[in-house]
């Protein structure tokens, strides 16, 4: 996975993402729009325009299923 960011110091990149995966960091407060790949033009024109669509943190991928752990045989 490449995690690229624009008009930021990614420094810090690596603590949020861990900080994140461990729960840590309110995720949920941060994104405000999601997006499937589909749409990814539609996702850039969002936060291009931040100022005026509020973008924070545009997310795009698709919609997160829970994993149900397969039996062993």
Request: proline share 5%; hydrophobic share 45%; net charge negative.
């Amino acid at each position: 996975m490449t995690i690229t960011t624009g008009l930021v110091d990614a420094y810090s990149t690596p603590t949020l993402l861990r900080m994140a995966a461990a729960g840590r960091l309110p995720t949920e407060q941060l994104v405000t729009h999601t997006f499937p790949l589909t749409r990814m033009e539609e996702a850039y024109d969002v936060f291009s325009r931040a100022a005026d669509s509020g973008a924070l943190k545009v997310v795009l991928g698709e919609e997160q299923h829970e994993v149900v752990p397969a039996r062993a045989a």
